[in-house]
């Protein structure tokens, strides 16, 4: 069985922090996407990385796909009330399969 | 563009009641899957289809049906509700080319 487990699962900080999420797993996934969740509603996409060692940034947050796909990590800089939510990694074990493994979550507060 | 949408956004059902949670996609997606999310637990998947007239389990698919008649719907049903399926139900799709998944608001169901 597949897991995906996310670290730390509850983080609380103060505005303009930094701080770094985990998602790392045995398996080796052909991508793997990172998803914010706010209450009430659907999980949003926020990057999908599909190369083992990818980079990729998106505005204050930056992502990082494991040179052997088996981890991720998520780093936000300086913080902001905004990013306060649930943030979940999935991956997709083989391409095309459209059968994601999500984390247990990262539940994220940023206190003005 | 509505996205994904889902019906009812809350439902009560007593034990042994059947009941369907609709989904509906207007983007053409040939993508579509079920999930539940439980705190602590994550996004389960329960089935998915990758095209009108297929369909297949996920991680989590007894006592739940799934049928693709259409491209743009994906209906849910609840054979038998039980008190273990008290969860809230998303559903998602995605274009078999792409990676980017989108989810609707979700159906808050209790089973009692």
């Known amino acids: 069985t597949q897991l995906l487990e996310q670290s730390p699962q509850f983080l609380s900080i103060q505005e303009g922090e930094n701080l770094t999420v985990y998602c790392n797993s045995s398996?080796?996934?052909?991508?793997l996407q990172w998803y914010r969740q706010e209450p009430g509603e659907g999980p949003v996409l926020l990057v999908t990385?599909?190369?083992?060692?990818e980079v990729k940034k998106l505005k204050r947050l930056t992502f990082q796909f494991g040179d052997a796909r088996k981890d991720s990590s998520l780093h936000i800089t300086a913080a902001q009330p905004g990013d306060t939510g649930l943030y979940l990694c999935?991956?997709?074990?083989?391409?095309?399969?459209?059968?994601?493994?999500f984390g247990t979550g990262t539940r994220l507060k940023v206190l003005a | 563009n509505a996205g994904v949408t889902q019906t009812p956004k809350f439902q009560v059902l007593k034990t042994g009641q059947s009941m369907t949670l609709q989904c509906a996609q207007d983007?053409?997606?040939?993508?579509m899957s079920w999930y539940r999310q439980d705190p602590g637990m994550g996004l389960r998947l329960i089935h998915y289809?990758?095209?009108?007239?297929?369909?297949d389990q996920g991680e989590v698919p007894n006592g739940y049906n799934v049928s693709r008649s259409t491209t743009e719907d994906f209906p849910l049903r609840l054979l038998s509700a039980a008190p273990s399926q008290t969860s809230v139900y998303f559903c998602?799709?995605?274009?078999?080319?792409?990676?980017?998944?989108?989810f609707g608001p979700g159906t808050r169901l209790t089973v009692t």
């Open positions: 983007m053409n997606h040939e993508y």
């Open positions: 398996s080796v996934f052909s991508s």
């Open positions: 999935a991956g997709e074990a083989n391409p095309g399969t459209y059968k994601y493994i």
């Open positions: 990385v599909v190369t083992g060692g």
């Open positions: 289809s990758v095209g009108a007239g297929i369909t």
């Open positions: 998602a799709s995605r274009r078999g080319t792409t990676y980017e998944q989108y």
